[in-house]
């Protein structure tokens, strides 16, 4: 007859089965606004897989990434994190719709509202060029600083807003509008590579593109003048180049870009608001 004999457990392998019947802790800390147009940026554990929408999204070896939501993104997203144990955690994210200003205009005349074939071929061309530079993908981490303002001043065009010309939707605008003098110095928002540095485009004039790493990237727009050149690596703070009225404008002023590949930012989401920039600026004189 089998005896069956009593189970002697010892106070440390009590603690060890306690210990695996503990789950992990999910450690997902994101940093931005979750709005139409906003830049997000996060941290989970090294090792772990993030995808947005079931799309993966390029993490970093200490577990930094970044995504964006675009112009019209809709207002339910999720977020996946796989941990390097194998948990899965879901976090739905909230993105709020934003009031986009639209301006409605007639009587354009017919040459405006379409380029000679010769400007189109060119314009082409130019936004092949930025295409391919918005692409890059490079292993900097400088898109987890906190960015600076190019230039202080006026902000005359706002991201998002649209103009209808006869009737006919333009392209919105993608960018925040600083408007200053020719001559006034843009400096670099944060550290990174010139990866495009062109000056004299159909559209945007003298146009500057860096990549701060992981897909991020700004784009400067109607440049009077270039310091810097393709290939050179850029600190936060550092002159990069003048504004000016290059490209189709109608006054100087720098038109600033922030994207995640393809993918078109509000800037305003990773800078003070220019409000309390200038406050300071103005306390410090």
Excluded at 32 to 37: D, H, M, N
Excluded at 140 to 152: H, K, N
Aim: glycine share 10%; net charge positive.
């Amino acid at each position: 007859m089998a005896v069956n004999k009593p189970i002697t457990l010892t106070l440390s392998s009590i603690f060890a089965l306690s210990l695996c019947s503990l789950p992990t802790v999910a450690q997902i800390n994101l940093q931005g606004k979750f709005e139409q147009g906003a830049l997000v940026r996060g941290t989970v554990p090294a090792g772990s897989v993030v995808k947005l929408n079931g799309e993966k999204v390029d993490v970093t070896a200490s577990g930094q990434f970044a995504f964006g939501f675009e112009r019209e993104a809709k207002a339910e997203q999720m977020l996946e994190v796989v941990y390097p144990d194998g948990l899965t955690e879901l976090k739905p994210l909230k993105v709020e719709a934003k009031e986009y200003k639209i301006d409605r205009l007639t009587g354009i005349s017919k040459k405006i509202m379409k380029p000679n074939p010769a400007a189109q071929e060119r314009a082409a061309k130019d936004a092949k060029q930025t295409r391919a530079a918005r692409n890059t993908f490079s292993e900097q981490t400088a898109f987890m600083q906190d960015f600076i303002w190019p230039v202080t001043g006026r902000i005359s065009g706002v991201y998002g807003s649209q103009r209808v010309y006869n009737g006919k939707p333009g392209s919105p605008h993608y960018g925040v509008d600083v408007a200053r003098p020719t001559g006034t110095v843009v400096v670099s928002p944060a550290d990174g590579v010139i990866t495009l540095a062109e000056p004299d485009m159909f559209y945007s004039g003298g146009t500057l593109i860096i990549d701060h790493g992981y897909g991020i990237n700004s784009t400067f727009l109607h440049l009077s003048k270039l310091y810097a050149k393709v290939g050179d690596v850029v600190k936060q703070g550092q002159d990069l180049a003048e504004i000016g009225a290059t490209g189709r404008v109608t006054g100087p002023h720098l038109d600033w870009r922030v994207n995640w590949y393809q993918m078109r930012l509000d800037p305003v989401t990773i800078v003070p608001p220019m409000s309390e920039v200038l406050a300071a600026e103005k306390a410090a004189q």
